[in-house]
């Protein structure tokens, strides 16, 4: 995972920078500096839960320079933006579904920049940064919460999949399509429908992709099947 350092800039509300380290545990984030936040209370620390760890090792600094030095890449956060056609390209975003995209496998250490609840980072704070990233939001209501936008942020640069189950290998998809074969036979299913439905079946199974588990779960359904339909025929 990216080495990452959160940056909070001029906090106004203790419960953000609370929920920020609660969500910073929730995704692996350790890195906590707080640039003249405002006064961190008992209320900071019961919305960190788990996270409070973070908070008690914060760095508390006056500027922002302090702030991101030793970063490589230095990178701030906003909901107000422009479009490339605008001259204000401090305000040109990256969408952060992309940024966090392009950060697979970076070495350099990141400071990711998020400025105060009621104005976000400043111009002059922008023009400190490498790039500017966005989390898409509605036209009408684009402003997220301070923690919100952090977590979706840190939520992206996580990016760990959820382990996926071992598919079926070849030999058990073929034995699956046969046991379907033989359940046809068992109730006497029309010959001429016959090819037709045994394509349609294969390519839905394909479409899906079952696991391992699944396929032998199939198989067994469609075995049982055959032998309650042979020995009512008996």
């Not at 030095?69 to 992309?98: H, K, Q, W």
């Not at 023009?127 to 997220?144: G, N, Q, R, W, Y």
């Not at 959820?162 to 109730?187: G, Q, R």
């Amino acid at each position: 995972m990216v080495d990452v350092r959160i940056v909070l800039v001029g906090s106004k509300f203790e419960g953000n920078v609370g929920a920020v380290a609660r969500s910073m545990a929730n995704f692996d984030f350790h890195e906590l500096y707080l640039v003249n936040p405002c006064d961190l209370g008992d209320d900071c620390f019961r919305r960190a839960k788990h996270g409070n760890f973070i908070l008690d090792s914060a760095k508390h600094v006056t500027s922002i320079q302090e702030a991101i030095e030793g970063c490589f890449l230095v990178v701030g956060t906003s909901g107000i933006t422009a479009n490339c056609d605008n001259n204000n390209y401090a305000r040109v975003p990256m969408p952060v579904a992309e940024f966090a995209e392009r950060m697979k496998g970076y070495g350099e250490k990141v400071a990711i920049l998020f400025g105060p609840e009621d104005t976000g980072l400043f111009q002059d704070d922008l023009a400190l940064c490498d790039m500017l990233v966005t989390v898409p939001t509605s036209e009408t209501h684009p402003i997220l919460n301070l923690s919100h936008a952090a977590t979706l942020v840190m939520y992206e640069l996580f990016g760990t999949e959820l382990p996926t189950p071992e598919p079926a290998d070849d030999k058990e998809k073929e034995l699956m399509f046969e046991f379907f074969d033989n359940l046809m036979d068992a109730i006497d299913y029309p010959e001429h429908r016959k090819e037709g439905t045994r394509i349609m079946f294969r390519r839905m199974m394909f479409r899906s992709i079952p696991t391992k588990w699944e396929f032998c779960t199939i198989m067994g359904v469609f075995g049982d099947a055959v032998k309650t339909i042979e020995r009512s025929k008996k």
